[in-house]
């Protein structure tokens, strides 16, 4: 007679007969990592993050806002992301992000936000939109 057809493992699956505790093995072996990665971000937030604008500016179509942005954590934010909405008379014109680097614990960082066509705003709006 003929040889029996054997069926294929479906992808994932250890093969026939294949013990299923090498896959639990390898899962529990990795396992570990994503909470370890957790733990050695910066536990940082928008909320300790202090900011208080500075000048608006504006050349041509373009708007400046300064932004002071105080690292009030006890460890070194690698970003500070800030975003403003630039508005004339309560209506928003458009909106600019601005970011500052590795800003160690205490210190203060100043981060230029622009936006493009907003020519005549007269007042910005400004939070922290993320701290990496």
Request: a positive charge.
């Given at each position: 007679m003929g040889r029996?057809?054997?069926a294929k493992p479906l992808r994932g699956h250890?093969?026939?007969g294949r013990d299923r505790a090498q896959g639990e093995i390898k899962m529990s072996k990795f396992g570990w990592?994503?909470?370890m990665l957790?733990?050695?971000l910066t536990c940082a937030s928008a909320a300790d993050v202090g900011l208080a604008k500075g000048q608006l500016t504006h050349d041509g179509s373009y708007s400046t806002q300064v932004v002071a942005a105080k690292n009030n954590t006890g460890d070194?934010?690698?970003q500070i992301w800030v975003e403003c909405g630039f508005f004339r008379k309560g209506i928003l014109l458009g909106a600019g992000t601005g970011?500052?680097?590795n800003v160690d614990p205490g210190q203060t960082a100043y981060v230029e936000v622009v936006s493009n066509h907003t020519e005549g705003s007269d007042n910005a709006d400004c939070r922290v939109q993320?701290?990496?």
């Open positions: 029996k057809a054997r250890p093969p026939p990592v994503l909470p957790l733990l050695n070194t934010i690698q970011y500052a680097k993320s701290v990496d």
